[in-house]
Structures are given as structure tokens and as C-alpha cells.
């Protein structure tokens, strides 16, 4: 299957900092999912993103597809302490898998 | 609350145990998933069931063996597992393609 590259790995930023991370692949995609991970938590929807250009925002958090179709950026603003998680894109594989990213981990200091 | 639980939360089991992890979602989803998640890799597919028959075996080996008996309950059975199996273990459902609903997840520890 194809591999997604996020990054950064790991961010560590201050509280009311805003955040940018992205995911990259060597292959077209028609749909980019973007899930958070709270600690000790199972993955959660945050955004989903179905056509290229697409910019969709949930809250405080916007997401957009690329144009190429081979990437995809999550923006958080004004970050807040409950932001702390990992961040992982996804696509659907096809047959009803979803292949993800690595993830992007982020810690906010107060 | 996700509508999908996971049972238990924590599990440790020596290498000759057998133990079960067991998922259930409240959700009227048609497709149930479990993935592996390690420490420092990506989120893993193991298995996949569509209407309650197995539609993926993502090579994994037979001392996991996944049991879903309906379309609300899903089940994996493990068997003379190894210290690197350790992980958690993330049941997940769906209605749709690619927006799942995931549990909290069963930590496993295998000594």
C-alpha cells in the first residue's frame, strides 16, 4: 500500500501558538481524513476532505486539501491545552481499509 | 463516548495464556475493524469484517484469530503470543468508507 509522510513528528509549542502540520504521498488520492488521538484515547474524526483545493474548518481547526492532490495541511489556531494529542492523516484504501499517517504529536505548554 | 467499547482496557498475559479482547459499537454500523498500534508506528489494519464476514486478513499471524458473530460484536482471540505483540489494540467501525469510529482501545502486554 502507499506510505503517508507526516510532519513534523512531534511539535512542542506555547498555549495561543497556532499550528501547522502536513501529510504527503507519492500517489493521487480522491479523499484525505484527518483523526486526532487524545492520551489514552482511540482516534477521532476531526475533518474530512473529498475534493482537490478543498478548504473545511471544525471550530479552530482548518484543513485543506492540495491541489496536486498528493498532500494535505491541518492548521490549528490559537492553541489551547486540550489541543495535546497525536495527529493523524488517513485515506481509504479501498475494501473498506484506512491507511494512516504516522502521526504529528503535539504538546502546548500552558 | 464514541458508541464503540472496548473490553478490557488493560490486559498482561504471559506467552502461553489464551485471552480475548472483545468490541462492541451501539451504532448500526456494518463493518467492524481491528488495527495494532505500536509505539512510534503507524496505526495498523489487522483485520476487517463487512456484514459480519471477513473481507480482510492483512497477514497477520495465526495466533491472533478474530471472531465477529454479528454485526455489533467483534472479538479477538489471542493465542501463544510474543513480548512484541504488546501494544493497543483499537477496535473501530464504520457505516461509511473512511470515517471510522474508534474505541479506546485494549492494552496489551505480553511477558
Known sequence: GQQLNQSPQSMFIQEGEDVSMNCTSSSIF??????????GEGPVLLIALYKAGELTSN???????????KDSFLNISASIPS??????????S????????????????? | ???VTQTPRH????????????????????????????????????????????????????????????????FLHL?????????LYLCASSLHVGELFFG???RLTVL
Open chain 1, 30 to 39: 480522491n479523499t484525505w481524513l484527518w483523526y486526532k488521538q487524545d492520551p
Open chain 1, 59 to 69: 471550530g479552530r481547526l482548518t484543513a485543506q486539501f492540495g491541489i496536486t492532490r
Open chain 1, 83 to 92: 489541543d495535546v494529542g497525536i495527529y493523524f492523516c488517513a485515506y481509504p
Open chain 1, 94 to 110: 479501498g475494501g473498506g481499509k484506512l491507511i494512516f499517517g504516522q502521526g504529528t504529536e503535539l504538546s502546548v505548554k500552558p
Open chain 2, 1 to 3: 463516548e464514541t458508541g
Open chain 2, 11 to 74: 490486559l498482561v498475559m504471559g506467552m502461553t495464556n489464551k485471552k480475548s479482547l472483545k468490541c462492541e459499537q451501539h451504532l448500526g454500523h456494518n463493518a467492524m475493524y481491528w488495527y495494532k498500534q505500536s509505539a512510534k508506528k503507524p496505526l495498523e489494519l489487522m483485520f476487517v469484517y463487512s456484514l459480519e464476514e471477513r473481507v480482510e486478513n492483512n497477514s497477520v499471524p495465526s495466533r491472533f484469530s478474530p471472531e465477529c458473530p454479528n454485526s455489533s460484536h467483534l
Open chain 2, 79 to 87: 493465542h501463544t503470543l510474543q513480548p512484541e505483540d504488546s501494544a
Open chain 2, 104 to 106: 479506546e482501545g485494549s
